[in-house]
């Protein structure tokens, strides 16, 4: 099976799930380290969508100025610009196979995609 996962490597979470990924026998593992490689405005509405969640709920505020511009109240298409402008303000770290996709916060939320 084919993952992806979107991942920052200074984020204790995004290395926890990367390890489990990483132990899982025959995953084709595909690792994006989004904050040099965004994805696209149009990727985050379909990982959005198949984890069924909103951008809103996919959004960083710890570290970030997220509450300070609003985005907390913003509605989906100034949170998903704000995101595609600034891949910070990505809530991590996403994983998406064949069976959906999770923002793996707990990292252990990685299992209901394996």
């Given at each position: 099976?084919?993952?992806?996962?979107?991942?920052?490597?200074?984020?204790?979470?995004?290395?926890?799930?990367?390890?489990?990924l990483q132990a899982e026998q025959g995953?084709?593992?595909?690792?994006?380290?989004y904050l040099k490689n965004p994805p696209?405005?149009?990727?985050?509405?379909?990982?959005?969508?198949?984890?069924?969640?909103?951008?809103?709920?996919?959004?960083?505020?710890?570290?970030?100025?997220?509450?300070?511009?609003?985005?907390?109240?913003?509605?989906?298409?100034?949170?998903?610009?704000?995101?595609?402008?600034?891949?910070?303000?990505?809530?991590?770290?996403?994983?998406?196979?064949?069976?959906?996709?999770?923002?793996?916060?707990?990292?252990?939320?990685?299992e209901e995609i394996l």
């Open positions: 099976m084919k993952a992806t996962i979107w991942h920052n490597p200074n984020c204790g979470t995004s290395r926890n799930t990367l390890a489990r995953l084709d593992l595909e690792v994006i380290e696209s405005r149009d990727k985050l509405v379909q990982l959005y969508r198949d984890a069924g969640i909103t951008p809103r709920q996919g959004l960083r505020v710890r570290g970030t100025d997220a509450e300070e511009r609003g985005l907390t109240n913003a509605g989906d298409d100034a949170v998903l610009d704000a995101m595609a402008a600034d891949s910070r303000l990505l809530e991590r770290p996403l994983v998406e196979t064949k069976k959906g996709v999770r923002l793996c916060r707990p990292a252990e939320t990685v």
